[in-house]
């Protein structure tokens, strides 16, 4: 089965991490900060928090903007179920805004009402996030202007967007947003294993995130209540979690990150050879903002339904018996049985609802063979024809 996305692990790669392995630190060495400036210096951050997810890098984020109960975070709905999770662990109340049908993130319209009939009631969120679904941004600057207006903190859902720019500012500049946030699971743009990074240019926001991924503890005797006991003191300032990533994954990011270029670019020139080799299928093909340089963490394709005999279900099935490993990302959050309790209804969110009906990504990842990648055209045709 070809995947929809995977990982490539090259010789420096097991090199680096095999180095580590010999070294004095597997944990809490030097090769940690050495990723994080690495990739906060790529994007033009001026802090990188490493943590051993993307959901730990958002769970952090929250906390660190002071997501709690009684509080409210929006995110988009279709997205991986983490975006929402993350205000739950912080006890606040989700909810979400529908996309938009062209490049099927955040819609900034929708999102615009609904601040307005949220500002009638006393409702705003604190905290939004926008996520940039298969690597292209959202409109960060209509959203931040709305941000300066209605008063919300931004998180960047950046996990598939490594590598993208908006507008000529790479993502995780965080020049439109308070955070941003990378995941480096093996389906991503690079990868840790697991992993993931908190961005961010606040100093303050970077010292709490710091803090909270190894259970706020301390052991700088400017940040302590009273003058330490002694040599061995350390003290636990709030409650936080361990969170943090190992040498070992941190050596194998900074040896992949040399690549993240490279990646992408190829990424790029295998979403053309889809562009030009299915464009006559009914199907409509990735919209691509021309302020955008999308990551191209996914290749998604919607079914345009009505002139195609099998169903959304059955192409799938179909391709997956032709050994292509389409997948779909993602089924709406407020559809989860976790979140459909909580009171959403699917009628509020057409536009979520009807891409579900439609969407699948197709295999893509930077050395997805020429081969390979013919072998996902054919399957097309044959069962779009
Ligand atoms: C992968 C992903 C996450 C979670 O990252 P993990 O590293 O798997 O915890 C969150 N949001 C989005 C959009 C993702 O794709």
Redesign the pocket.
Known sequence: MIPYGRQEITPSDIEAVVDVLKSDFLTQGPAVPKFEKAVASYCGAMYGIAV???????HIACMALGVGKNDLVWTSPV?????ANCARFCGADIDFVDIDPKTYNMSVSALESKLKVAAACNCLPKVVIP???SGQSCDMLSIRRLADQYGFAIIE????ALGARFREEKIGSCKYSDIT?F???P??IITTA???MALTNQKELAEKMDLYRTHAITKDPARMTHVPDGPWYYQQLDLGYNYRMTEIQAALGVSQLTRLDEVVEKRHVLADRYNSSLDNLPLTLPYQDANNYSAY?LYIIRLNLEKISFTHKQVFEELHSDGVGVNL??IPVYRQPYYSILGFKSEDFPESEKYYQEAISIPLYHHLSKEDQDRVITSLRRILK
Do not use: I, R
Request: proline content about 0%; charged content about 10%; some cysteine.
């Open positions: 051993n997810s993307g959901t730990s890098a958002l997205t991986f179920v983490a975006s996520v940039h679904l859902d950046a996990c598939h946030v995941s480096f699971h389906v991503k697991e992993g993931g963490h990302h993602y």
